[in-house]
């Protein structure tokens, strides 16, 4: 080394100290040369300084030095098996983990995450190197590479693909590094902590870090360790992902080596792109809790796991397109139960979960290599630290995206747990490990291998010679292997070489989809030349299904198809690849400008069919074209217009003037301001007041999702003259569950309140006043009453039973004796008693008090009969459903005894056939099948199942299964629910350390307690630290064979319900 380079390095040496307490990511800027004090220049000074450091530190780790064998994760897959790689003391409290093209493991060693007082271990978080050198599956040492940093969450080496990075400070804001221009290395290493991201850079090849760049500075008063940046992807396109958590709602600022800017705070978490020199950073993906990690598949879909909030299991897996928006607000409560706020898809224009994962996912990779069995290949691999296991997620395409489930295969005990995960040159999968339960930095770590049990499948892969090759067919065969990384870099060195070979590659017929993939995205950087001519007739002459291949050439070269093509796909989806739909939907743009002006009835036509479509993605995707294409004066002519516009077209025009172009998360109410800067928007967009026109419109829109759109838009839009119209709201019709919460929590904030306040608030806060002054307004007081909960409230009890018998409308009495019936209180018997015995009073009053009684121990037998005698119709059948459970006695047998048997069919066929019979426009069969419905003889559905209010939250809410579901689709669900079960609907087993097993649906998990929902409709309360064990299934919790609970006719009568829930 020159003396005029070692001056220079002495000039920005910095000890540790500095960099773990000041320097922790407020003021650190540009690039600077690093080297830490404690990695001397000389190996046997190293050596010495390493040797007697882990000495010291031996006596806090010597307990978890040694794997027991109860310790030993175990593999579900026999084809498979998972070994120790290295422990405390080479690494403790480990997080992010890579592999580089040499195989040596890079892992980050947390020391700064809440230590406690008296820790013995380093002062600072350290990135580790570790090389198996004698090949017997095991580290010998831990190198430190870097040090000094604080609250260090992932890393990654720069992708084998990926040029060095070349940082030209020349037009950069950022104070410039040495020289002109920066050296680079083939070693650079992107280091993510919880402020920043940095570029750290060995640039004179001797093993250790000595300069580093901050490539994303994030300016902020948030500190948690890890709710701030976290989580690298990296795709085809040298495109880079980063995700963001929620940062305690705190205010931020994120900014890019280029000063690009975005600010924010209380919207939750979000996911960001840039370029791998951090500039041209934009907003990806936003709505998560803590997307705490992502990755890209080889054909450039992303994907990213997220933390549940307080009360809204599971966890999540999502499949991140560009404009998505999971739909959790941070500003709206921890809890997540804010009417404002989704998880699932609720809120239209969100996007719903890919699958549950397990508890705090931390780790994701999608598996594209070689020596795993080669089905794993696209297949994704998630880590669970509260679980203590790994699972396998296959995807299944849904319409425009996908779906799976959790299917673990590596399991642990309650010391595996699992943070990041990275795959190796040879195929194999490295795990770093926390070990310990405590979020406390502690002194143990591991690193765990995933391998072939044959070892002779994982076959070394040496990258460098395919960077000098010359041949062009060895390049072609590189380009076939099923590692990504040799595809791509052989891609790359024949777009270097000659292109043809690859144009050539992107028409060949029998090339697999991930050879032109690469193919396709080597050439894509190539301007000027032949393929820029050639590759986009091949998109114009293709047929559907369209690959991945296709969704290159879409966003490369604009190859939009045509809109019948298009109306084709969406109509068919199968088989295309779920980003080439999304981004041809850009064909609608210019229809959708022609209903700011004229509104053709052609366009209305076309697109009021794709808002129809059920798919969520293709409805947020209409709504984000709409955003970019018309202006808030050009949405208001195409409301006020007579053009024949469907709901949820009239909806998603609502949807998309209440949030500014490039600004997902709308201004609220907040501590810390709650709202993101917006892009540049088209004239006339993006001020709050450019709203109030639309709000008047949506606000006498007779659909009610329009309107629950549009008061949600009032309230976050902060315009509170309009705070009189939307009080009317309430006295509409029609009325759902959804619109009253929406507007109750509407009228909060626009009197200032914060949202946080009503996802903290009991529903009985509001069901009072309501009950006692808004009695003479059906629509508010039937929600209202559907809202109540007389168990949790004797005021809420007296007050419906005060409903039931006073003189109030039938409608208001119906839905009033429906909650106390089906919510039972020991005041409530004396009251349906009373109604019971009134053969004066309305039938659908007694119906429902012979309902609520029937599971009452102090009415005997007698006086059941006694009522049944001079009884027909349907109190005869609510009566005759109660007897059931008495069926053993001699009286009751002779009653069911006189009953003529009817026939039951034999297979599922059999009652397929059967339903067809039911009609929803047959009143009677309809008011026997809410019977059966809510019966506690009957098949059980009101256990597990929301209806209008009232029920079990264990399944899906079904008021309007009707409108959801197709007939066909909604009989197959009954009749085979584990068919197809959603995310949020997994049924988990769990073990405590007695050995019981309980199974059910996850319905709550905080505040140290997991709560099962099982199939009885019952919850099962367990201690969070108890669950050993938790794996999901592939069953529904819903029961096998429900219609053997039922004759053939309440099994029509019930669809028929169903049928007629819209």
Not at 443 to 459: L, M, P, T, V
Not at 664 to 683: M, N, Q, R, V, Y
Not at 721 to 726: D, S, T
Request: aromatic residues 6%; hydrophobic residues 35%; contains cysteine.
């Amino acid at each position: 080394m020159s003396a005029a380079k070692e001056a220079i390095r002495s000039t920005f040496t910095k000890p540790a100290s500095g960099l773990s307490s000041s320097r922790t990511g407020h003021n650190v800027s540009g690039t600077e040369q690093w080297q830490l004090k404690c990695a001397p220049r000389s190996r046997s000074m190293r050596r010495s300084m390493t040797r007697n450091w882990l000495l010291g530190f031996a006596a806090v780790t010597a307990l978890g030095s040694a794997v027991s064998a109860q310790d030993q994760p175990q593999s579900l897959d026999p084809r498979l098996q998972i070994k120790l790689f290295a422990e405390n003391p080479l690494i403790v409290t480990p997080t992010g983990i890579d592999v580089d093209e040499t195989g040596r493991v890079w892992a980050i060693e947390s020391n700064t995450h809440f230590p406690p007082e008296g820790y013995k271990g380093h002062p600072t978080d350290r990135v580790l190197v570790f090389t198996d050198k004698d090949g017997d599956g095991k580290a010998e040492e831990s190198v430190v590479f870097a040090e000094g940093v604080r609250h260090a969450m992932s890393i990654a080496v720069r992708p084998a693909w990926i040029e060095p990075i070349e940082l030209n400070e020349s037009s950069s804001p950022l104070p410039p590094g040495e020289g002109p221009g920066v050296r680079v290395s083939p070693t650079q290493i992107f280091l993510a902590t919880r402020r920043d991201l940095q570029l750290v850079e060995d640039t004179d090849h001797d093993g250790k870090a000595d300069r580093k760049t901050v490539l994303l500075q994030l300016d902020t008063k948030g500190d948690y360790p890890h709710n701030g940046l976290a989580g690298m992807a990296f795709d085809s396109l040298d495109n880079v992902y980063i995700g963001f958590g929620e940062n305690l709602g705190e205010t931020y600022t994120l900014k890019g080596r280029d000063g690009i800017t975005l600010s924010g705070g209380a919207e939750g978490g979000n996911v960001y792109r840039f370029r791998p020199d951090g500039t041209k950073l934009e907003l990806w993906s936003t709505g998560f809790w803590n997307p705490h990690a992502s990755c890209v598949d080889a054909l450039g879909h992303l994907f990213t796991v997220d933390n549940d909030p307080d009360s809204r299991p599971p966890c999540r897996l999502m499949h991140s397109v560009r404009g998505s928006d999971f739909g959790y607000r941070f500003r709206n409560g921890r809890k997540g139960l804010h009417p404002f706020t989704a998880w699932n898809g609720e809120v239209p224009g969100t996007l719903p979960m890919l699958a549950g994962t397990g508890e705090a996912p931390s780790g994701l990779l999608a598996y594209e290599s070689a020596g795993l069995p080669a089905e794993y290949v696209g297949d994704l691999l998630g880590g669970s630290w509260g679980d203590h296991r790994i699972d396998r997620f296959r995807l299944k395409q849904k319409g425009a995206s996908y779906e799976s489930v959790a299917e673990p295969i590596i399991v642990g005990n309650e010391e595996f747990r699992p943070v990041g995960l990275a795959t190796a040159p040879d195929g194999s999968i490295y795990v770093t490990d926390w070990v310990k339960r405590e979020y406390k930095v502690h002194g143990f770590g591991r690193i765990w291998r995933i391998s072939n049990i044959d070892a002779k499948a994982h076959q070394p892969l040496d990258l460098a010679p395919i960077r000098t090759q010359k041949d062009e067919k060895k390049l072609l065969a590189h380009i076939k292997s099923p590692k990504m990384a040799e595809r791509r870099i052989a891609a790359r060195r024949l777009a270097d070489l000659n292109i043809r070979p690859l144009i050539g590659l992107a028409q060949k017929a029998d090339a697999s989809t991930r050879e032109k993939y690469e193919g396709v995205s080597a050439l894509i950087p190539h301007k000027g030349l032949d393929h820029e001519r050639q590759l986009p007739q091949y998109a114009t002459v293709q047929v559907a299904p369209f690959d991945a291949v296709q969704t290159l050439y879409l966003e490369a070269y604009d190859q939009v198809p045509s809109i019948p093509k298009l109306m084709g796909l969406l109509e068919n989806p199968a088989g295309t690849d779920s980003q080439y739909i999304l981004g041809a939907m850009r064909a609608l743009s210019p229809m959708i400008r022609t209903l700011g002006s004229s509104q053709p009835k052609a366009a209305v036509t076309i697109l009021n069919k794709v808002a129809g479509n059920s798919d969520p993605f293709v409805y947020a995707e209409l709504i984000g074209l709409i955003r970019v294409t018309l202006n808030d004066q050009q949405i208001h002519k195409a409301l006020a217009s007579k053009a024949a516009l469907e709901p949820r077209l009239r909806n998603a025009l609502v949807i998309a003037a209440a949030r500014p172009v490039g600004q997902t998360i709308l201004s609220a109410p907040s501590a810390s301001g709650g709202t993101l800067t917006p892009s540049p928007s088209p004239e006339g967009r993006g001020e709050p007041e450019g709203f109030t026109p639309i709000a008047a419109i949506g606000l006498s829109d007779p659909d009610a999702a329009v309107r629950r759109s549009t008061v949600q838009g009032i309230a976050e839009l902060k315009l509170t003259a309009l705070k009189p119209e939307v009080e009317k709201v309430l006295t509409a019709e029609p009325m759902t569950e959804e619109l009253f919460l929406a507007t109750l929590a509407a009228l909060e904030m626009l009197d200032g309140k914060s949202p946080v306040e009503f996802d903290k608030t009991p529903a009985a806060k509001y069901v009072i006043p309501l009950l006692k002054t808004s009695l003479d307004k059906p629509a508010v007081a039937i929600q209202a009453i559907r809202l109540a909960q007389p168990k949790d409230s004797p005021e809420v009890a007296q007050l419906l039973a005060a409903v039931v018998t006073g003189q109030h409308p039938l409608p208001i009495q119906q839905e009033a004796i429906r909650t106390l019936a089906t919510n039972m209180t020991p005041d409530s018997v004396k009251v349906l008693k009373t109604l019971a015995e009134n053969e004066a009073v309305d039938e659908s009053l007694r119906l429902w008090a012979f309902l609520g009684l029937s599971t009452e121990p102090s009415l005997e037998t007698t006086w059941w009969l006694d009522r049944l005698q001079p009884t027909g119709g349907i109190v005869r059948k609510s009566i005759m459903l109660s007897l059931r459970s008495r069926k053993n006695e001699a009286p009751v047998q002779q009653v069911f005894a006189a009953i003529p048997p009817s026939a039951r069919p034999e297979s599922n066929a059999g009652w397929t056939e059967a339903a067809q019979q039911a009609d929803p426009a047959d009143h009677a069969s309809v008011n026997r099948g809410q019977l059966l419905f809510s019966h506690p003889s009957g098949p059980g559905c009101i256990k597990c199942h929301r209806l209008e209010g009232r029920g079990g939250m264990i399944g899906p809410d079904l008021s309007r299964v009707g409108s959801t579901f197709t007939p066909e689709k909604l009989i197959e669900s009954i009749l085979e629910p584990s068919k197809e079960v959603s995310p949020q609907f997994t049924s988990w087993t769990m073990t405590t350390p007695e050995g019981v097993v309980h199974t059910g649906m996850l319905v709550f998990e905080n505040e140290g307690k997991t709560i099962l929902g099982n199939a009885e409709g019952n919850t099962i309360e367990l201690k969070t630290a108890d669950v050993e064990t938790r794996t999901p299934q592939k069953t529904s919790v819903m029961p096998e064979k429900l219609v053997e609970r039922m004759t053939q006719q309440e099994w029509i009568d019930l669809v028929a319900f169903l049928r007629s829930r819209k």
